[in-house]
């Protein structure tokens, strides 16, 4: 298949798989599209938003509606590594045996990922990072595709332990639930109190979203956009000659260069899921918000004059 047949299926797939996941998940629009994009860029997301707006749910349904294999973690202050990654026992032979961990999984849910301390922490970053992890000496592959989508509840922080920056920089997306609207809010209500069930139906393989994935990595951007990216990640610095008033006044560090590379990943599928075979300028603005947030760090003044991330983000633009 020539690759703009198979960015024309991925469409038609993608607008299916929507509508299987608003079989559950009512509203989310935004927060499901970003989800997806992050997975088939092959990114990992941040879940950033307060408890009971379905944040589970609604990576348990993405998980079934990509047809892939599911584990939650719940990340708690006693969670050792080990309680996520396997241990070696000794079975009826006397011989060592590895028995896996919840994290030998295609989507794993790190929930409240702030509440466990940093050395279980890093034990999640190699899975990330290098799609293996090493448990007494052995290293384990893990299979693909491999996604971590965490949450982090923001406005409860007392006894959590937050993520240092570098960690923050790995996931691809930290993507804002908010509130639902009314009327979803009433639909959500309607759906989830009578004794109807859903059945959400696998529509891809693994197989399928990795050649997806590369489908992604091959399509081609103009040099004007990889330039545009690159520049905006380099107004966000503030010791920078291109960094705005804004930045210089109100940011401590700006992003990386591992920033650049996914906006330009996030991009290209943001171009594809809309059936263009490149990616141009609004492509990039439209994945910026999520993809520099997190990677933006505001100083004390910025906190007591109430400038936000996004107004940082936008100022860029």
Same mark, same amino acid.
């Given at each position: 298949m020539s690759d703009v047949a198979a960015v024309e299926q991925l469409v038609a797939k993608y607008k299916t798989l929507k509508t299987e996941i608003a079989k559950v998940i009512v509203g989310q629009d935004d927060v499901v599209n970003q989800i997806l994009i992050s997975i088939f860029s092959g990114g990992h997301s941040l879940l950033i938003g307060v408890p009971g707006l379905a944040k589970t749910l609604m990576v348990n349904t993405i998980a079934q509606a990509l047809g892939l294999d599911f584990k939650r973690i719940q990340f708690t202050p006693d969670l050792m590594p080990s309680d996520i990654l396997g241990s070696e026992i000794l079975d009826e032979s006397r011989n060592f045996k590895f028995i896996k961990g919840p994290i030998f999984a295609n989507i794993i849910l790190a929930d409240e990922i702030n509440r466990t301390p940093p050395k279980t922490q890093a034990a999640?970053?190699?899975?990330?990072?290098? $799609?293996?992890? /090493?448990?007494?000496g052995h290293h384990y592959k893990l299979s693909l595709p491999y996604f971590v989508l965490a949450t982090q509840n923001p406005i409860e922080q007392e006894g959590t332990y937050p993520l240092p920056e570098a960690q923050l920089d790995r996931f691809m997306f930290a993507i804002n639930l908010d509130y639902p609207s009314f009327q979803e809010e009433v639909d959500v209500v309607k759906s989830t109190t009578t004794d109807k069930t859903v059945r959400v139906n696998p529509l891809f393989t693994a197989q399928e979203i990795i050649d997806f994935q590369n489908l992604i990595r091959r399509i081609p951007v103009a040099d004007n956009v990889i330039e545009y990216a690159v520049t905006?990640?380099?107004k966000s610095r503030p010791k920078a000659d291109s960094a705005s008033d804004i930045v210089r006044d109100y940011v401590d560090w700006g992003a990386g260069p591992r920033a650049s590379q996914n906006l330009i990943l996030a991009a290209k599928t943001h171009a594809a899921i809309n059936g263009k075979f490149s990616p141009d300028i609004e492509d990039v603005q439209a994945v910026a918000?999520?993809?520099? $947030?997190? $990677?933006?760090?505001?100083?004390?003044?910025?906190?007591?004059?109430?400038? /936000?991330?996004?107004?940082?983000v936008k100022s860029l633009f």
């Open positions: 999640l970053l190699e899975a990330m990072q290098e $799609r293996a992890v /090493t448990v007494a905006m990640v380099g918000n999520s993809i520099l $947030r997190h $990677r933006i760090i505001k100083n004390y003044k910025a906190e007591a004059d109430g400038i /936000t991330e996004e107004q940082i």
